[in-house]
């Protein structure tokens, strides 16, 4: 049996809970779900610039968990554009 996900600290809340193709309709994309710790961690390294140590203690996380949450995030976006994918931001 698999142990529970541990709570993570996650602070940021984005204005934007959608991104498309343009000029395709919503309704005839698939998406794929960014979860919010995908989008903490995708913030803290890549738009404010920290290295993986920090941005996990930032979130109260390992750095294994880390680099297994970045990861996850920057192939759920690569699929996205590769395949056209609608990119939906949970809350």
Request: glycine share 4%.
């Amino acid at each position: 049996m698999p142990r529970h996900k541990m709570l993570r600290c996650v602070r940021f809340n984005p204005d934007v809970y959608y991104f498309k193709p343009q000029g395709i309709p919503l309704r005839m994309l698939e998406e794929v779900v960014l979860l919010p710790d995908e989008v903490e961690a995708l913030k803290l390294y890549e738009v404010d610039g920290l290295e993986q140590i920090r941005a996990c203690e930032k979130m109260k996380i390992s750095q294994p968990t880390f680099a297994r949450i970045l990861a996850s995030a920057n192939k759920k976006i690569s699929e996205a554009i590769i395949k056209g994918k609608a990119i939906r931001i949970e809350k």
